[in-house]
């Protein structure tokens, strides 16, 4: 056997280990890549129940929002209409004191005074 010959048996030898790592790794590779897609597809499935009650916690706020809104402004009408009550009311009581009695203390004391 020639030093040609053994060489070229090496170099043979070299490239047919290569090529066998080389399907190994492609081997590895796609179960690797087959495993992955399990777990996303498992954890696509563990999260969409939780999206789920994320969707409809966001519709009921909404919602709540739109009644928490329209609740206020029933109370800022009732207080409006409260507001003008008693600025009528306080008008009256205006008219009816100053029309009877003494309007400031100490007016009224003059007949009660000796001296």
């Known amino acids: 056997m020639s030093a040609q010959t053994l060489f070229l048996g090496l ?6 280990t290569t090529a066998i790592v080389q ?3 492609l081997v590895f590779a ?7 897609g399990k777990a996303v597809q ?7 129940p939780i999206l789920a009650s994320a969707r409809q916690v966001s519709g009921d706020a909404a919602r709540i929002s739109s009644l928490a809104a329209k609740q206020v402004e029933r109370v800022d009408t009732i ?6 009550a008693l600025k009528v009311a306080l008008g009256l009581l205006g008219k009816f ?5 003494p309007s400031a203390p100490g007016d ?5 005074f000796i001296g």
Not at 97 to 101: D, F, H, I, L, V
Request: no cysteine.
């Open 79 to 84: 207080v409006d209409g409260a507001m003008g």
């Open 42 to 48: 498992t954890l696509q499935q563990s999260i969409e």
């Open 23 to 25: 399907i190994a790794v």
């Open 108 to 112: 009224g004391d003059d007949g009660l």
């Open 97 to 101: 004191g100053r029309g009877k009695g």
């Open 30 to 36: 796609a179960r690797a890549v087959r495993e992955a």
């Open 11 to 16: 170099i043979a030898l070299a490239t047919l």
